[in-house]
């Protein structure tokens, strides 16, 4: 795929993220102006963080476990910026992937699991994953970046040694990836299960190597 198709598929809104009138609203009030962006080497990184912090100080829902079930990876990003943001990763991230692809920076959902959560059997602990999102620099490196906490990522190594967190799919949002609920996170964990422990592993060796070779 050639850079301008690439561009053109991590800028496709999903079912979860399209751009409604309130979507182009609110990226309208966060928009770095093109002056600014253009001297920039990385603009993309000044629209994250601006996007970020936007975020950030919207209308946040207290965490209630009765909630957890009605509106876990079960809403659009048009409605968690109508309504409020649950406190969890998905909801930061659908509306975070929206407001950037409506300024037009390339980005992706992106779905990751802890080390610790990754899935030994059948009857393994239910457990939860982690929403990201991977950045498309004008140069044509991928960055993993995390709006919950602003922290940048140039390689799923350093996702992986300084987090903890293997990534394992990329798409338009949580529904372009068939998790709609809670039930949904777990069969993604079981499905990946041996990716993620094959990625832990190499990146757990290629950390080792290194520090024989110094």
Known sequence: ???EA????????????????????????IKVPEHVRSGLNHPELAVAQRTAVFIHR??????????????????????IAQYGIYPTCSDEVLLFR???????????????????????????PRASSHAGTNILLRDGREIIYEPYTEDVFF???ALFERRGYILLAKG????????????DVQAFRHLHA???RRKADYFKASKEAASYER
Do not use: C
């Open 194 to 196: 041996r990716e993620a």
């Open 58 to 79: 919207r209308t946040h829902l207290a965490e209630n476990r009765a909630f957890r079930n009605k509106y876990f990876r079960k809403r659009t990003a048009d409605q």
């Open 6 to 29: 690439k561009r053109a598929a991590w800028l496709k809104p999903g079912e979860q993220t399209e751009l409604t009138d309130r979507i182009q609203a609110l990226a309208a009030q």
């Open 1 to 3: 795929m050639d850079q």
């Open 172 to 183: 338009l949002d949580s529904w372009d990836l068939d998790i709609r609920g809670w039930d």
């Open 98 to 124: 929206a407001l950037m692809i409506a300024q037009g920076v390339p980005t992706l959902y992106a779905e990751s699991v802890l080390e610790g959560n990754i899935p030994r059997g059948r009857n393994s």
């Open 155 to 157: 390689s799923e190594e």
